[in-house]
C-alpha cells in the first residue's frame, strides 16, 4: 500500500479534468499538508490547461501514474459510470481514494469498489461537502443530543436551473448510466442531508419526471421517505427551474425544535428555534479561496489518512445516499413503494 501515513505531505492525483477537478485543486493549495502532483484526462487539452495552472506533471496513460508510488491519493472527477473501474485500478496499487459523487451508478457497482478498497487496505472517500458547514454540523449535533425531541418529519428541497447548454457542453449530465439527471447529479447532496439527519429509511415512495428538456434524465423528483425512527420524509428536486437557481433548503421538524436550513446552498439559518434555547449558529460563508467548501474535506481525508479513522463521508455513508436513489427510480419504474435494503 502506499499509505503516506507518516509523511509529512501527501500527493494527490486528479482523474478527470473538468469543471469540478478545479474545486478540489483550490482546497489542496489552501493546505500545506496537500500537494498535486498528477493530472490525467482522455482530453489531454483540458490536462494541460489545469497543469498549465498548477504545475502538476500531466500523464498520457493512467496505467503509467497509479504506477507511480509517490502519489498517495487519487481523486476521480470523471462521469459516475468511470469511477468504479477507475478506482478498483488505484486501489490495486494502494492508493486512497476521494470519488465525487455519486459513489457509483449502481449498486452493484458501489459494492464492488468497496470491497476491492477493503481488500487493498486504502480509504474510499466520497464528496458531500454540505455536511462539513457549521449549521448543518449544528443541526446534526443538537439532534444527535435530542435537542428537537421525536423527529416528526424533514424534507430536503432543490430548485435549480440547468438549461440545455449545460447538458450540451457535458451529454453525461443528462444520461442516469453516466451518473446525470438531477437524482444522481444534483439532489443526491440534499438526500445525503436528510438520510444523515434522521437516520436509516424503510420504505420509498418515488415519482420522476423529464417534461421541459429533452435529456434522457429526470428533471424532476418527488418522493416520500420513511424512516426505521418512524419519521417521515419529503424530497423535492428539480433542475429546470425558471430563470435560475433559486435555493436547496432542508427543514426539520421535532417536538421540540424546528430548524430550517436555506439559501442557494444551504448556508443561512432561516429558523432555529429550540425549547432547549441552544446558540443558534451563524450563516455559513463561504471562505473566497475555498467558493465549493472542499477545504474540509480534504482536512479530514488527511486525518483519517493518518489515523487511520473512516472519513466522514465514507464509502458506507455514500452507498446509503446512492441507495435511497435507486429506490426512489425503482418506485417510479414499478409504480409501488420500495422496500429497504435493496435486494442485489
Request: aromatic content about 6%; overall charge neutral; glycine content about 8%.
Amino acid at each position: 500500500m502506499t499509505g503516506g501515513s507518516q509523511l509529512k505531505t501527501l500527493n494527490f492525483a486528479i482523474v478527470g479534468c473538468g469543471f469540478i477537478a478545479s474545486k478540489h485543486i483550490k482546497a489542496i493549495k489552501n493546505r500545506l499538508d496537500c500537494h498535486l502532483a498528477a493530472l490525467y484526462d482522455v482530453n489531454l487539452k483540458a490536462a494541460r490547461e489545469l497543469a498549465h495552472l498548477t504545475g502538476a506533471l500531466v500523464y498520457r496513460n493512467y496505467d503509467e501514474l497509479i504506477q507511480n508510488d509517490s502519489i498517495h491519493v487519487v481523486i476521480i472527477c470523471t462521469p459516475a459510470n468511470l469511477h468504479v473501474p477507475l478506482g478498483i485500478k488505484a486501489a490495486a496499487h494502494g492508493k486512497h481514494l476521494l470519488i465525487e459523487k455519486p459513489l457509483a451508478v449502481s449498486l452493484e457497482d458501489a459494492d464492488i469498489l468497496i470491497e476491492a478498497c477493503h481488500r487493498a487496505g486504502v480509504i474510499l472517500a466520497t464528496v458531500h461537502q454540505h455536511r462539513y458547514k457549521a449549521p448543518v454540523k449544528a443541526l446534526k449535533r443538537a439532534i444527535t443530543q435530542g435537542e428537537l425531541g421525536t423527529i416528526s418529519h424533514g424534507s430536503a428541497v432543490l430548485r435549480w436551473n440547468r438549461n440545455m447548454d449545460y447538458y450540451t457542453q457535458k451529454p453525461w449530465r443528462g444520461d442516469p448510466l453516466m451518473g446525470g439527471g438531477v437524482l444522481l447529479n444534483q439532489a443526491i447532496h440534499n438526500i445525503d442531508l436528510l438520510q444523515w439527519m434522521l437516520g436509516p429509511v424503510n420504505r420509498v415512495y418515488g415519482q420522476t419526471a423529464s417534461s421541459i428538456l429533452p435529456i434522457k434524465g429526470e428533471e424532476t423528483v418527488i418522493a416520500v421517505l420513511q424512516f426505521a425512527s418512524g419519521a417521515l420524509g419529503l424530497v423535492e428536486a428539480c433542475s429546470s427551474v425558471y430563470p435560475e437557481n433559486l435555493e436547496e433548503t432542508l427543514s426539520i421538524f421535532g417536538s421540540k425544535g424546528t430548524v430550517i436550513l436555506s439559501g442557494k446552498s444551504i448556508s443561512q439559518v432561516k429558523r432555529w428555534d429550540l425549547a432547549s434555547e441552544a446558540a443558534k449558529p451563524e450563516d455559513y460563508a463561504a471562505d473566497p479561496a475555498d467558493p465549493g467548501g472542499y477545504i474540509p474535506v480534504f482536512a479530514d481525508l488527511v486525518q483519517c489518512i493518518r489515523t487511520g479513522h473512516n472519513p466522514l463521508v465514507s464509502a458506507q455513508e455514500g452507498r446509503k445516499t446512492l441507495e435511497i436513489i435507486m429506490a426512489i427510480k425503482d418506485a417510479h419504474l414499478n409504480g409501488k413503494p420500495i422496500e429497504l435494503p435493496l435486494k442485489s
